[in-house]
């Protein structure tokens, strides 16, 4: 609940995969009804919180790639589908032919490659969004120096677009609220407003584009656009307009 406390509006319930560990099978995700019979009020608003499923296949070899490119009924169930490749191969993969909606970065280690524009521009065009942890940063100074490399190398390429700065939280003291992680998106290379949106709209972009892979259809939303100043300027009378110019 701590989460919700602290002002988010959508939390994602993360199964992990990883095939290097053991033989692993995709499970139905579980039901938010079965872990929250009430769910919370966002803070500030009346609106209840929205709890969302995630699968995360981490993958270190091409052919741990099939599963995602199989017609399996549990991965559809699931509304969020990210991937963390431990490759430069794997990676361009990802970027260029997956139907995933997040590719992970990892911010824990030194990266064994170098991104390229080509794949990251191709992930960018298909609507994929790249995901970075501040958790890590938060915890080992170590993995704080990693992560803030690894997040600018991306940036250096990427131009701030199509990012997601996530948690990956296990603990609630490993949490912050959404005004303290787009500061640390400053720290990873982005500007301010790319920071704000690696925590808003980006993240509804990543949902909704779940919602279109899931449903192999458009999802279409609309959002309201301030009003310039020119435009509000152009419908004062002349009156008016004399005024405010003096």
Do not use: W
Request: proline share 6%; with cysteine; net charge positive.
């Amino acid at each position: 609940t701590f989460t919700f406390s602290v002002g988010y509006s959508a939390v994602a319930l993360n199964h992990v995969i990883d095939f290097k560990e053991k033989k692993q099978e995709i499970v139905k995700p579980v039901s938010p009804s079965e872990l929250f019979p009430s769910l919370p009020i966002v803070q500030g608003t009346s609106k209840r919180i929205k709890v969302l499923t995630r699968l995360t296949l981490v993958v270190s070899d091409p052919s741990h790639c099939n599963l995602l490119r199989s017609t399996s009924a549990n991965i559809r169930l699931y509304d969020i589908i990210a991937v963390f490749p431990k490759t430069e191969k794997l990676f361009h993969i990802a970027c260029t032919t997956l139907d995933v909606d997040l590719i992970c970065i990892n911010v824990t280690e030194k990266l064994p490659f170098y991104f390229r524009r080509p794949p990251v521009n191709m992930a960018i065009d298909r609507g994929i969004y790249f995901e970075l942890l501040y958790t890590p940063a938060i915890k080992d100074s170590t993995m704080r120096r990693y992560t803030i490399s690894n997040a600018i190398s991306l940036m250096q390429i990427c131009k701030g677009k199509n990012i997601v700065i996530s948690s990956a939280a296990e603990r609630p003291l490993e949490l912050r609220g959404p005004y303290d992680v787009a500061n640390l998106g400053l720290l990873f290379g982005l500007s301010e407003s790319e920071a704000k949106a690696a925590v808003s709209t980006n993240c509804r972009a990543t949902m909704l584009h779940g919602e279109t892979r899931k449903s192999a259809c458009g999802v279409v939303y609309t959002v309201k656009k301030p009003r310039k100043v020119e435009e509000e300027e152009a419908t004062l009378p002349a009156c008016k307009k004399a005024k405010t110019q003096a």
